[in-house]
C-alpha cells in the first residue's frame, strides 16, 4: 500500500518484497520488519494452542476425570507449560516488537545480522514443528511437566527426547536473537544517540539479550544431559550411580530463572514507553529506570534456588536465596514507583495502550509482591507446590508480560499495520479480559492457600468452589480474547488508515510513516539535544 | 547493511561467551561429583593415559599457534602463506583427534563406557568420572571437528580471495572459535589426566 | 563516523613464538606438579592456576584480548563471574548438607 508522506509518496516495506516472489518474500526476508510480523503471527497461534490446553484444563478440573484421564491431564499441563513458556512468552516481546522496533528506535536500517536473524526465525518454526512432533509421534506426548524434572523426564516411556530437543533448538534460536540485539545496540545507534538517550525499550531488550545469552547455554547442556541420560544411561542425575536429581533442578533453574526476566523485562520497557506518551509527560526517573533493567538481570540470575526451597537443599542456601530474592524486588519496585510518579499530575489519555498498561501495575505488583510471600522461607513451605504458586507465576507471566504484549499490539498497531484498530471494541475486549483474568487467577491464591496442590487431575470437595469460580473466570477471559483479537484483526483489513503518530510519542518510529519503509529512514536521522526529540539534519 | 569489523568481532566474543556457559554447564557437574567423590576420581584417573593426554595439549597449544600466524601472515597479505597455515592447523586438529579416538577405544575395549557392567560394578564417584569423560571428551571433540570443517572452508575463502588482507574478519573470528577449543581442553586436560 | 577498521596491528610471528614457548614451558610445569602429590586443597588449585595461566596467554595474546577496548574485557569479566557465581551458589547447596 503506498501512502502519502509529506508530499512525496513512498512505498512501505508491505509492498517492497526483495529478491523474492510471494510467500518466499516473506520466509526468506532478513528484513526485521517482515521477521517481527512473521514471528507476532506465529507467537499468536502458539498462544492460542497453549489456551486451548489451559482451557482445556480448566474445564476438565469441574469435572474431574469426566473430560481427561490423569495421564491426559499430565500431558495437557506438560504441553500448555511448554507451548505458553518456549514457543510464546520467552520469545514473546524480543522477537515480535523487539526484532520490528529496536533498529527504529535507534535509528538504523536493520539489525547487525540480518541474516543471522533470518536464521533465528527459522530455528524457531523447527523447534515448534519438533515439539509439535513429539505430541503426534508413536508413544505418549511428554508427561513430566515443562520442567522435565529428573529422574522422571529421564525414565519415562513418553516422548520426551524429542520434546526436550525442540526446546534445544529454541534455545539456540533465543541465543542468537539476544546476541544480535546486544551487537545492534552497541554498532548501529544513530550519530547522537548516546547511551542515556536511549528509549527505554531498548535498555530492557538490550539487558534480555544478556540474560539469553549467558542463561540459555545451561539450559542447552542441562536438556543434552536428558537425552543422554535416556539413551546412554549416563546418570549424573540418578542416585543409584552417584549421582544427584538435585543437581538437575540446579541445572533447571539455574536458566529458567532468569528465563522470567526475559520475559519481564522487555514488558517492563514497553511500559515505559507508553506511560510517558499518555500522560504526556517526561518519564520518572530515566537514569533509574535504564540502570534497574541491569540491576534486575544481573542479580536476578542468583535466585534461582528460591525454586528449589523444599527440595532438599542445604539450609544455608535456603537462606541466601531468599535473601537475594528480596533484594531483586527492590529494582522492579524502583520501576513501578517511578511508572507511578510519571502519571501524578500528567494529563492521561484514557486509550486501551494506557488501560494495558494501567492494569499491568496493579496486576505485576500483585504477583511480585505473592512473589515475596512465596520467597519467604516459612510460608514457603506451606505454598510450594501448591495453587498459590500457580496463581503467582500468572499475574507476573500473564497479567505481567501478557498484558504488555496486549499493550504494545495496541499501541504499536497503527505504526505496523498503517490502520488504526476501533477504540471501543478494544476497551470492552480490555474490560472482559480484566474481569476474566481475575476471577480465573484470584481464586487460584485462595485455593492454593487452602492447600490445593498443582498438576493434580483430582481433589477433595472442599475446592470444588474455587475450581469454578476459576473456570467460568476462563471463559470470561477466552470471551475477553476473542474480542480483542477479532477487533484487531478485523482492523487490520478494515481500520482507518492511521497517520504517522497518532499519539503524538516522541520516540523515532512515530517519525516515518505507518507503515514503515523497507530502509525504515529516508535519511538516517542525527539526534540533536533532548533524549526524545530529534532533528534532523537536511 | 548488517555491521562493520567490530560488530562482526563483537558477535564472535559474544557467541564464544554462551559456549564458555555451555561447556559450563559440565563443568559445575564436574566440581560437584569430584567434590564429593575424591578418592574415586583418583582412582578412576588412574586409567587415564597421561603421556597421551599430554601429547594431545602440545598438538592444541600448537595448532593455536598455527592459526595466530595464519591470520598474522594475511594480514602481511601472505595469503598463500596463511592457507598453508591454515592447514597445518587443520591437520593438528585431526592429530588430536585420532589420538582422542585410540583413548577412547581403549577403554571400550575394557569395557569402560557408560552403563557398562564392568563399569556399574565399580564405586559411583567412577562411573560419575567416567560418565563426565565422555560427555566432556565427546562434546569438546564435536567441537574441534566442527573447527576443522570451519577452517577447510576458510582455506577455499582464502583460495578463492575472498579473505583478504583488508576483509580477513572471517579468518580471524575462526581463529577466535579454534582459541577457544584449546582454552577449553587446557582445563580438561588437568582435571581429567591429573588427578592426585 | 566509524573508526577505521582493522585498526589492530597483525601480530608478529616472534612475539607468538615466544608465547607458544611459555605455553609448552607450562604444560611442562602442569605434568610436573601433578608428580608432586600435593596436599589435597592444592592439587586442586595448583593445576587450574597454571592452566589459567595458560588460557590468559591464549587470551591475550593469541586472541589479541590486549588490542580490544574495555568493555570487551569488562564482558569477559561479566561471562567468568557468572559462571563462577552459579558454581558458587550450587557449593552453597552442596557444601553445606
Not at chain 1, 128 to 147: E, K, M, N, V
Not at chain 1, 498 to 509: D, F, H, K, M, V
Amino acid at each position: 500500500m503506498t501512502g502519502k508522506k509529506g508530499s512525496a509518496r513512498y512505498t512501505s516495506f508491505y509492498q517492497e518484497p526483495g529478491r523474492y516472489k510471494g510467500i518466499l518474500s516473506w520466509l526468506m526476508s532478513t528484513d526485521h520488519k517482515r521477521i517481527g510480523i512473521m514471528y507476532t503471527l506465529a507467537l499468536l497461534s502458539f498462544f492460542a494452542a497453549g489456551a486451548c490446553a489451559g482451557l482445556l484444563m480448566r474445564l476438565s478440573l469441574i469435572a474431574p476425570g469426566k473430560i481427561l484421564s490423569a495421564q491426559t491431564y499430565n500431558e495437557v499441563f506438560t504441553v500448555h507449560g511448554i507451548i505458553m513458556i518456549f514457543l510464546f512468552v520467552i520469545p514473546g516481546i524480543p522477537v515480535a516488537f523487539g526484532n520490528f522496533f529496536l533498529p527504529i528506535l535507534i535509528g538504523a536500517r536493520d539489525v547487525a545480522f540480518p541474516r543471522l536473524n533470518r536464521l533465528s526465525w527459522w530455528l524457531y518454526l523447527t523447534g515448534a514443528a519438533i515439539i509439535f512432533l513429539s505430541l503426534s509421534l508413536h508413544g505418549r506426548p511428554p508427561d513430566t511437566g515443562w520442567t522435565f524434572y529428573a529422574p522422571l523426564s529421564v525414565e519415562s516411556q513418553a516422548n520426551i527426547s524429542v520434546a526436550v530437543f525442540g526446546v534445544f533448538v529454541l534455545g539456540f534460536s533465543s541465543i542468537l536473537t539476544g546476541l544480535n540485539f546486544v551487537t545492534t545496540v552497541h554498532r548501529l545507534r544513530a550519530p547522537g544517540m548516546g547511551w542515556f538517550r536511549l528509549p527505554l525499550f531498548v535498555w530492557t531488550l538490550y539487558a534480555t539479550g544478556w540474560v539469553q545469552m549467558l542463561a540459555t547455554p545451561v539450559l542447552a547442556i542441562t536438556l543434552v544431559f536428558i537425552i543422554l541420560g535416556r539413551f546412554l544411561g549416563v546418570g549424573f542425575f540418578d542416585p543409584a550411580k552417584g549421582g544427584d536429581p538435585i543437581l538437575y533442578e540446579h541445572l533447571f533453574w539455574i536458566y529458567s530463572h532468569p528465563a522470567v526476566y526475559i520475559m519481564l523485562l522487555p514488558a517492563m520497557g514497553i511500559i515505559s514507553e507508553i506511560i510517558p506518551v499518555f500522560s504526556k509527560e517526561r518519564i520518572f526517573g530515566y537514569t533509574a529506570i535504564a540502570l534497574s533493567a541491569i540491576a534486575i538481570a544481573s542479580v536476578g540470575s542468583l535466585v534461582w534456588g528460591h525454586h528449589m526451597l523444599t527440595s532438599g537443599m542445604s539450609d544455608t542456601a535456603r537462606v541466601i536465596f531468599s535473601l537475594i530474592t528480596f533484594i531483586v524486588a527492590v529494582p522492579s519496585g524502583v520501576k513501578v514507583f517511578n511508572w507511578v510518579a510519571t502519571l501524578y499530575k500528567g494529563s492521561i489519555v484514557i486509550v486501551t495502550p494506557l488501560l494495558y498498561a494501567l492494569s499491568f501495575i496493579l496486576l505485576f505488583s500483585i504477583g511480585g509482591l505473592t512473589g515475596l510471600i512465596i520467597g519467604a522461607l516459612a510460608p514457603n513451605l506451606k505454598l510450594h507446590g501448591t495453587y498459590f504458586i500457580v496463581a503467582h507465576f500468572h499475574y507476573v507471566m500473564f497479567g505481567g508480560a501478557g498484558f504488555a504484549i496486549l499493550a504494545g499490539l495496541h499501541y504499536w498497531f497503527p505504526k505496523t499495520t498503517g490502520r488504526m484498530y476501533d477504540e471501543v471494541k478494544a476497551k470492552i475486549g480490555w474490560l472482559v479480559l480484566f474481569i476474566g483474568f481475575n476471577a480465573l487467577y484470584f481464586s487460584m491464591f485462595i485455593l492454593g492457600y487452602q492447600g490445593m496442590p498443582r498438576r493434580y487431575f483430582d481433589y477433595p470437595p472442599q475446592y470444588f468452589t474455587g475450581h469454578l469460580v476459576s473456570t467460568i473466570g476462563s471463559w470470561i477471559l477466552a470471551a475477553g480474547l476473542i474480542i480483542i483479537f477479532g477487533n484487531l484483526v478485523r482492523s487490520a483489513f478494515k481500520g482507518k488508515k492511521a497517520p504517522a503518530n497518532p499519539w503524538q510519542g516522541r520516540t523515532l518510529e512515530w517519525q516515518i510513516p505507518s507503515p514503515p519503509p523497507a530502509e525504515n529512514f529516508e535519511k538516517l536521522p542525527v539526534i540533536r539535544g533532548d533524549r526524545y526529540e530529534v532533528k534532523r539534519k537536511g | 547493511m548488517g555491521v562493520d569489523y567490530e560488530g562482526k568481532k563483537i558477535g564472535m566474543w559474544m557467541f564464544l561467551f554462551t559456549e564458555l556457559l555451555f561447556f559450563g554447564g559440565m563443568f559445575l557437574l564436574y566440581s560437584v561429583f569430584r567434590y564429593r567423590f575424591p578418592l574415586d576420581f583418583h582412582a578412576a584417573a588412574a586409567h587415564e593415559n597421561v603421556w597421551l593426554g599430554s601429547v594431545n595439549t602440545f598438538i592444541l597449544l600448537t595448532s593455536s599457534f598455527a592459526i595466530a600466524l595464519a591470520i598474522s601472515a594475511m594480514r602481511k597479505g601472505r595469503s598463500r602463506l596463511s592457507a598453508s597455515l591454515q592447514l597445518a592447523t587443520i591437520g593438528m586438529g585431526i592429530a588430536f583427534l585420532c589420538i582422542k579416538s585410540v583413548e577412547w577405544a581403549t577403554k571400550i575395549q575394557l569395557g569402560l563406557y557408560p552403563n557398562s557392567p564392568v563399569l556399574l560394578q565399580k564405586g559411583p564417584g567412577e562411573v560419575l568420572f567416567f560418565g563426565l569423560y565422555y560427555v566432556m571428551t565427546g562434546i569438546h571433540g564435536l567441537h574441534v571437528l566442527i573447527g576443522i570443517c570451519v577452517i577447510a572452508f576458510m582455506v577455499v575463502l582464502t583460495r578463492r580471495k575472498k579473505i583478504t588482507r583488508q576483509n580477513p574478519i572471517k579468518l580471524e573470528n575462526t581463529g577466535l572459535y579454534w582459541h577457544f577449543v584449546d582454552i577449553v581442553w587446557i582445563y580438561l586436560f588437568p582435571l581429567f589426566y591429573l588427578i592426585t | 563516523m566509524r573508526k577505521a577498521d582493522t585498526q589492530i596491528p597483525a601480530g608478529s610471528y616472534a612475539t607468538y613464538a615466544v608465547v607458544w614457548l611459555a605455553l609448552v614451558a607450562l604444560l611442562g610445569a602442569t605434568i610436573a606438579v601433578a608428580k608432586m602429590h600435593l596436599l589435597v586443597r592444592y592439587s586442586v588449585l595448583a593445576p587450574l592456576a597454571i592452566a589459567s595461566a595458560k588460557a590468559g596467554l591464549v587470551l591475550i595474546y593469541f586472541m589479541h584480548l590486549r588490542y580490544e577496548g574495555w568493555f570487551l574485557k569488562s564482558m569477559l569479566l561479566v561471562t567468568v563471574a557468572t559462571l563462577t557465581a552459579f558454581i558458587a551458589l550450587t557449593f552453597v547447596d552442596v557444601w553445606y548438607r
